[in-house]
């Protein structure tokens, strides 16, 4: 295979400002088919708005995005069709309040891909049943716990073949109990070969899914590492002091000391 | 109080007849009304530059001006200009002009409780803008919006009382031309009451079940 057709996703120079303030500054990043990999950074270091921007919801400044070789501009007329080749999931549920699940599902293969309604169902149910959610098709999204619910928002975005899935911490306005649910479906659907971009504070579970790691920090992309190299050894002295806040110490750290004594 | 029952029976009929006149004026006015509500609503929501300007001075024009005085404007103004229109389609505009500011505002605060993720996650699922509001924020929209949609339809529906002002037949203007020439004020003032009653209680009940069943299907929160 030649090199571009392995791209997935490519991101050059990607500047963005609010305002006077430079969120994004000059990102470079490249995603291969089939890869996952997990974006990390501390609260507010542009993390969300990378993944806004890659889908169209945000405009940028400077430099490119192109998915699958076609380059993504906010608000051109192909962004809705190139956006059914991107699944996104965000932080807060999204599910549509006034449909029931499997209309939900079946309402974006329906009327933007005009694929049959038999079809768009039957995937719908094979991908219910895998997240184990198929007796809930007929209720409504305000009848299900915050963890069915992304569950379900997962396969919503499943359902209309995606090439790559973005997760804007999915997981972060879950109560802890239901974290599991959601990342055991993140964790099979990277197994299953789907080229992934995850925002997430779950450590562990980052090591688990991740064939990279990127590290975003200040709007600019610290770290690029294979995922087993960023948690043993990261290069920037802010991945370090960053991965350093997840740990728990039986001592506490030499600062704390100072400001208890 | 004594009723002359003959003469109640006798103009029974009248009533009848002017009570098409108030339901036809107020069913094609409301529907009207409801339209200008969602185009007028839909362009602030989306902010559309220069329309968002006329269409608030218009919601300002409307709600701060007597229907009665909107009404000779398009009855004895318009000639003046050379456009006649009947008193029935002046009477149908009037209310359209005065209840789309009402509906307007109504759905536009519909509109605005929507949250913004709604919007945002029908366009990654690749809907285009008519389509997220068509589907997804219209129709969560309106069931914020019913109550005060309901109150505005009972609004309106009493407002073509005033359509008598120039010169229709309607209810208010049967009874006053009954007064006029009987005296039987009772007898005229009592059906005006009860007619307006039978109009207005199936459509208020009509609004309390609708408002019922929207909070029990209550797929919000």
């Given amino acids: ?261 | 109080m004594n009723l002359d029952w003959n003469f109640i029976i006798k103009y029974a009929p009248l009533y009848v007849e002017a009570a098409k006149l108030t339901v036809f004026i107020a069913f094609w006015g409301i529907l009207l009304a409801f339209a200008v509500g969602v185009l007028c609503s839909a362009a602030l929501y989306y902010k559309v530059p220069v329309l968002r300007r006329i269409i608030q001075a218009y919601v300002e024009l409307s709600r701060n001006t007597p229907l009665l005085v909107q009404l000779f404007f398009l009855y004895f103004g318009l000639p003046n200009i050379g456009i006649v229109l009947s008193g029935e389609a002046c009477a149908m505009i009037g209310i359209a002009f005065l209840g789309g500011s009402y509906m307007t505002e109504t759905l536009r605060s519909g509109l605005e409780s929507i949250d913004k993720i709604q919007e945002e996650s029908a366009a990654s699922l690749g809907f285009n803008k008519w389509f997220t509001m068509k589907e997804i924020i219209f129709p969560q929209a309106m069931a914020v919006s019913v109550p005060g949609i309901c109150a505005n339809v009972i609004f309106l529906i009493k407002e073509t009382s005033v359509v008598s002002g120039i010169a229709l037949a309607d209810l208010m203007y049967v009874a006053k031309d009954l007064i006029g020439l009987y005296y039987k004020t009772d007898e005229a003032l009592t059906m005006l009451v009860i007619s307006y009653l039978m109009i207005l209680l199936p459509v208020s009940a009509a609004a309390t079940i609708l408002e019922r069943r929207l909070r029990h299907a209550g797929f919000g929160n």
């Fill in chain 1, 1 to 261: 295979m030649a090199d571009e057709d392995r791209i997935m996703l490519e991101i050059a120079g990607l500047k963005k400002k609010f305002g006077e303030d430079v969120i994004l500054d000059g990102v470079d990043l490249t995603i291969n088919k089939g890869e996952v990999v997990v974006m990390l950074g501390s609260s507010g270091c542009g993390k969300s708005t990378l993944l806004r921007c890659i889908n169209g919801l945000e405009s940028f400044d400077k430099g490119s995005i192109r998915i699958d070789g076609e380059e993504i501009v906010s608000g051109s007329k192909a962004l809705p069709r190139l956006r059914q080749k991107i699944g996104m999931v965000f932080q807060s549920y999204d599910l549509f309040p006034h449909r029931n699940i499997l209309d939900n599902i079946t309402l974006a293969p329906v009327k933007v891909q005009k694929r049959a309604k038999e079809d768009a169902r039957a995937q719908a149910e094979q991908l219910l049943r895998r997240v184990g959610l198929w007796e809930k098709r007929k209720a409504y999204p305000r009848e299900l716990s915050g963890g069915q619910k992304q569950r379900v928002a997962i396969v919503r975005a499943l359902c209309m073949n995606p090439e790559i899935m973005l997760f804007d911490e999915v997981t972060a306005a879950l109560d802890p109990e239901m974290v599991r649910e959601v990342l055991d479906v993140m964790l099979e659907l990277a197994q299953g070969g789907m080229t992934m971009l995850i925002v997430t504070h779950e450590m562990g579970f980052a090591r688990a899914v991740a064939d990279r790691i990127v590290f975003l920090d200040e709007g600019k992309l610290l770290e690029n590492l294979p995922a087993e190299t960023f948690f043993n050894n990261p290069s920037t002295q802010r991945a370090k002091d960053f991965l350093q806040t997840f740990e728990f110490k039986k001592t506490l750290t030499d600062e704390r000391k100072d400001q208890l004594s």
